[in-house]
């Protein structure tokens, strides 16, 4: 019986063989097709299999840092950014930066696309391609009970805050050439790095009045407490559209502007929209509310103790430690080369202090941030950190100032020193680690002290890279509240903390090293 079933089986395995498989392979082929056809195509500026943003994380609902944890960037662009990524089955990664480092950023390829409530302006599209989003309008804000504007002519003479890096500074500008020419004075234009710091000179009254975007103001109505209105809609057709920015590619142009329309046609940009509560309404986007306090204990003691705020500290002292550090080791070898007789090296020497000392250190860091890249496609690479380029650019910074103090120092020491050292039979080598060194050393430390502490300060322009060290978190903090004056007491705090502690270390040098002179000054008279 078990025979019989066996050839039973190979006599229908014969006959439905064929047809099987076919079936089975036409089946398999229309699954591929149809997961091809389902799986979009990748577009060039996804690199490595990633999709990287670049954003300032400063003008909620667009893009702002949603709690205390600086990595957490949310707000409008984040949400599509988040659904591209889905779209194209890719990971994203957000990268943080000040405004004016965007467009550098992306043209060095350190990001994929600029998503950070960008317009959609000609002039950055003859070097980018923008692919429109949302909808938007320029305002023109005053404080509460300012009368409203009847033209961009009315500004004539009073001072606009604008963010740096914005175009709002050119657009004012062309303003002031039609005023020149009907004789009026010129709009005066004040520019800040970030827009909480825009928004705060028209609170304090430092300035009549800013620029900026509705959506804006739509989300600040409740952390503004009515304290500024809407003076004026400008009619500028060219500030109307919310614009993601890649670099030149009209195929990626395409792709991305098929994902958005995607979004579009299946509601997930009507459910971005709705999540934020964009008002449609400019006027009712300022209610008002009840006052705040003049200052928030419970804000400043939160912050004073946030896990945010000690990393910011630390990654401070770290890169100041770290750079000072190596700008020591760099600067001994120069030191004493530039103290030794005349020679081409001496002259490099020289040129190099004094081009590090006369560049201002921010274009240091910007250059080695975004200028390397260019001439170094290495530098474009994941591990070249934030962190990392803070720490090359101080360090050379710094050497150009330290070596000063150490040639200083060196020269200081009497010159019979060494000639003793000659005639006692020891080595150059041990002339100087005995000798000179432990004498410069005395001399060299209170300046090096007072070095570091200026350095200490300086790591706050690291800021402008996207690393977050304590002054880009306060500067996230405040963006995100409007909590002007907590957030900057404790960084405060933060910083005279560290200051203080080695100034403190500095006087006990100085009086160690006053009492070894005293000491040995007296057991020669005895």
Not at 178 to 198: F, N, S
Not at 320 to 333: E, G, N
Request: hydrophobic share 50%; with cysteine.
């Amino acid at each position: 019986m078990t025979h019989s079933m066996a050839r039973f089986m190979r006599r229908c395995s014969s006959r439905f063989r064929p047809r099987a498989l076919a079936a089975a392979l036409a089946g398999v082929l229309a699954i591929a097709g149809s997961a091809q056809a389902a799986e979009p195509d990748l577009p060039g500026f996804i690199h490595d299999g990633t999709l990287t943003v670049c954003t300032n994380p400063t003008l909620p609902p667009m893009t702002f840092v949603n709690g205390t944890d600086v990595n957490a960037v949310d707000g409008i662009d984040m949400d599509i950014a988040h659904r591209l990524a889905d779209y194209w089955h890719v990971p994203m990664v957000v990268t943080t930066m000040d405004f004016t480092g965007l467009f550098p950023s992306l043209a060095a390829q350190r990001c994929s696309m600029v998503a950070s409530g960008i317009i959609k302006l000609p002039e950055r599209e003859k070097n980018f391609d923008a692919i429109s989003y949302q909808d938007t309008a320029l305002v023109v804000v005053a404080r509460a009970g300012t009368p409203r504007l009847s033209s961009m002519a009315d500004l004539s003479g009073k001072t606009v805050a604008v963010q740096s890096g914005t175009s709002y500074s050119a657009r004012l500008a062309q303003e002031n050439e039609a005023l020149a020419k009907a004789g009026r004075a010129p709009i005066i234009i004040q520019q800040y790095p970030t827009e909480d710091q825009v928004v705060q000179q028209v609170l304090i009254g430092r300035v009549f009045a800013f620029a900026s975007q509705d959506v804006e103001l739509y989300y600040r109505q409740e952390q503004l407490h009515g304290k500024v209105s809407v003076i004026l809609v400008p009619p500028y057709p060219e500030y109307r559209h919310f614009a993601l920015y890649i670099r030149k590619n009209a195929h990626d142009r395409e792709l991305l502007e098929q994902a958005i329309a995607t979004m579009g046609q299946n509601g997930q940009m009507a459910a971005i929209q709705k999540k934020w509560a964009i008002s449609p309404d400019a006027a009712k986007a300022l209610a008002n509310t009840p006052a705040p306090p003049m200052f928030r204990w419970d804000t400043f003691f939160s912050a004073l103790t946030s896990a945010a705020f000690m990393r910011g500290a630390f990654i401070t002292l770290a890169v100041a430690v770290l750079s000072h550090f190596t700008a020591i080791m760099i600067s001994i070898p120069m030191a004493l080369a530039l103290n030794g007789r005349d020679s081409l090296l001496k002259m490099a020497l020289k040129g190099y202090v004094s081009v590090f000392r006369g560049a201002p250190t921010l274009l240091q860091l910007l250059f080695i941030w975004n200028a390397l890249p260019q001439f170094l496609p290495i530098f474009r690479e994941a591990w070249f950190t934030p962190f990392l380029a803070t720490w090359l650019s101080l360090s050379i910074n710094e050497s150009a100032y330290q070596v000063e103090i150490n040639r200083a120092a060196l020269g200081a020491v009497d010159k019979g020193q060494e000639l003793a050292g000659d005639a006692l039979a020891m080595s150059r080598r041990q002339v100087y680690r005995h000798v000179i060194f432990p004498q410069a050393l005395r001399i060299a430390l209170p300046p090096t002290i007072n070095e570091f502490i200026s350095l200490l300060k300086t790591t706050s322009l690291a800021s402008v890279i996207s690393l977050q060290e304590l002054l880009a978190v306060t500067q996230i903090q405040v963006a995100r509240t409007f909590e002007f004056t907590e957030y900057y007491a404790a960084a405060l705090v933060y910083y005279l903390a560290m200051v203080f502690f080695f100034l403190f270390l500095q006087k006990r040098v100085e009086r160690r090293f006053a009492w070894a002179d005293r000491h040995k000054a007296t057991a020669n008279e005895s």
